[in-house]
């Protein structure tokens, strides 16, 4: 019964209503035969339903339509469109077609465009606009349709997402066909020159220039490097596939700002068929500051100290001591930072004593390599210093480090794979002779890339045997944790260390890594970090084997700070124990004049510090509380017509990881600055920085404040070059962070200018420049394809990428059908309206 019922549906069914009005039927005819009363209540029954209008519901199968759409713009690499012409899936008789690029048009010959017999013109080749395609196929009449679309997925017009909505109720199904094989692209791309953003004129700079080579085979051609539009380094280069980074040195010239550019000419023009991309250009604001040399005793141990001065205005030059150190002549102020006093010749040393005597400043801080053993001692450091050095003796201690480092497929993008390996020969240059280091490759299977070994036997051929890793398969972590484990178990070093970078999903049972990460932690000593890249990555794991490890977990979106990130987890591990190694709360000296004014009253922890013994006459500024003594952990003094400052514990996070945490350290340390070289009674620029990215097909500036500027600052921004002005406001987005977007669009090079308007004070921060190559918008032929695009466009309407089920690719569409069944109700009414008349009239007694 109920299926026979669901065969059928009313237009007006609200005239079912009159049903209730059988009751009093039957209340009138009370008295008549139960004959009549059925009849009468059957008329009334069909009148009701032929008002309420019924009608039988059926289906029909109906065959859709399909439609091929082929993308000729620019964009489209020379190997897809043969592929296109070639592939076994061709519009058939009775299917249509289009060919699109910035315009679509409808054709019959698709194979001669395809292959190029026939003009693209009037399709808009330089431009792709998936969305006026898509907007094309709605305007069809209504039905199911099936695209096969052939394309990049690259737009540079219009935005396909708008349509998503539309596309999901229309009933067409998306099925975008891309070559089983990546296509190789005849081009090759100058990404990027990476510069410092400030330097001084005349100091050294290091420039990295990143290249792209999308061809199958190496590229030869000639790079040219630029400085304010000037040759000044042309070499022939051999450039292998894939992406690469090129390392310069060369010197600011004088001004206030100075453009450095690469630019790569390809000896065969069939190599590289767009030349719009062959030129990239970084600006470096050239400005006179306040000069101070920071020297390191190893890599990286001065990057705090280093963020902090350069936010507070001065221009830092931060070298390690593994070459001679630079002159004192011209630094205001000069730091000894862990630094051994075997890397300063005797003349070295007295220079500095000299310098400051005649009115510069000197600060010494760190651990053993400062004040311990070896230490300077019956130097003229030691006369400067406000602080007696003392002098313990230590043990040297080894380490034995395994990096291990996805390889797979997912790492080719935003040439992670190059970050990653550019990381590995930073630990390498860092490491000492003695230290043991070993690389693990892993996909779903690990291999060692570098066998753990002693640096000292790997360094020169360390490089050579990291760039033998490709990217490639899928991702498997757990067998080369095992691995790693096995090379360092056998190894009797001070310290084990694995630092595991990865980014997509690590494989395997997430309990198996929490347990083999504890059992080397507690039976094998060994530490586990780990660093993950981009949002595809396993984080909530890495973090646990981070945790369970004992490491550190560090998460990026950008490759390129791997490199810094891994040097960061070398030298966050421990280190050999200082002289006093346990917790400790620094306690500031009453009266402190360094001090004066700081308003924080409490201090973070530390781990350890250096004794030593204030000497007569110093300024003793915080202090050590020990039950026997007060220890020095900083002091003053002045000396000669300068000032020196002793602090007796690093800055590396060593035994300091809670203060590089604190809020207030730059705070701190502008207070020591502030007493060591006394700034002019003016308004002075807050620590910032400025950065200038792309975003879409505009230039878009981000002003990054580190102490947020006093209520009611205005920042300003103009703009001139190619012979065009401009000005306008930046928008506070968040507390320290404004942001504008630049109406910038033709091709050139442009100057920008920022001011703060503060208190009615204008305050002009370092001019800036801006180079744009081309044209955004531009069709630039690429290797790869748009494949989150593609996959939003076939997940929304059904569709799939490069489907294998023939299945699927079957249009058909069920159709519900609608047969009115009025008529032959009041057929049956009328019929039986009669019949009654009929017995009424032979029938009185009824």
Known sequence: MTPFLSQFQFTQPLFLLFLFLLPFLWLRLRGRSLAVILWRSVILLLLVLILADPQQVGEETKKGERIFAFDLSRSVPEGMRLWMARQGLAPQPGDRTFV??????????????????VSSAPIKPEQTNLEALFAALLRLPPGPRTVFLFTDGWETQGAVERLLSSLALSGIKVFPLLPPEGAGVANVTVKKVLAPHQATSGEGINLKVAVQNHNAKEVEGILTLRRNGQPFKTEAIKIKPGSHLLTYQTTPPEGSIASFSASFVSRSPKSDIFTLDNESTSWVAVQA?????????????????????????????????????????????????????????????????????????FIMLGGEGSFGPG???????????????????????????????????????????????????????????QDLLGVVGFDIEPFVVVSLASVETIRGTFNSQIDRLKAGGRTYLYPAIVEAKRQLERQTAAQKHVIILSDGETGGSGSDYIDLVAVMKKDLKITISTVAIGDQANIPLMKRIAQYGAGFFHHTYDPTTLPQIVLQQMREKPEEGPLVERDFIPVSVRGSELLAGFPEKSYPPLKGYIETEIKRGAHLDMIIPREEKRSPLLASWNYGKGKAVAFTTDLHGRWTREWVRWEALERFWGKIFEWLRPAPAKETLPPHEVRINLLGDRPVLDLYLYEEPSNGSLFRYSFSGKETRGEGLLTRLAPGHYQTGLPISAPGDYRIGLVEERRGQKLSYPPLGYTLAFNPRTEIPKSEYNIPLLEQLARS??????????EKLKTQEVLRTFKPFRAPLIFLALILFLLEIIFRRFFQHL
């Open 797 to 806: 309407t059904g569709g799939e990428i490069n489907p294998k089920e023939e």
């Open 375 to 433: 230490g300077y001692r019956q130097t003229p450091i030691e006369t400067l210093l406000p602080v007696e050095i003392k002098e313990p003796k230590k043990e040297e201690k080894n380490r034995a480090v395994v990096l291990v480092i996805d390889k797979s497929g997912s790492m080719r993008e935003e040439d992670r794979l190059l970050y990653a390996k550019e990381a590995a020969k930073a630990v390498v240059s860092q490491l000492k002779n």
């Open 289 to 361: 500051k306040e000069k101070i040399l920071l020297l390191n005793g190893r890599s990286g141990e001065g990057r705090y100290l280093e963020e902090i001065l350069k936010r507070r205005g001065f221009e830092v030059t931060s070298h390690t001591l593994n070459t001679s150190p630079p002159s004192p002549a011209g630094y205001g102020v000069v730091i000894f930072n862990n630094v051994e006093r075997e890397k300063f010749s005797p003349d070295y040393l007295a220079g500095i004593e000299r310098h400051v005597a005649a009115g510069n400043a």
């Open 100 to 117: 699109f690029g910035g315009e679509v048009e409808e054709v019959t010959d698709w194979a001669r465009w395809v292959r190029g017999e």
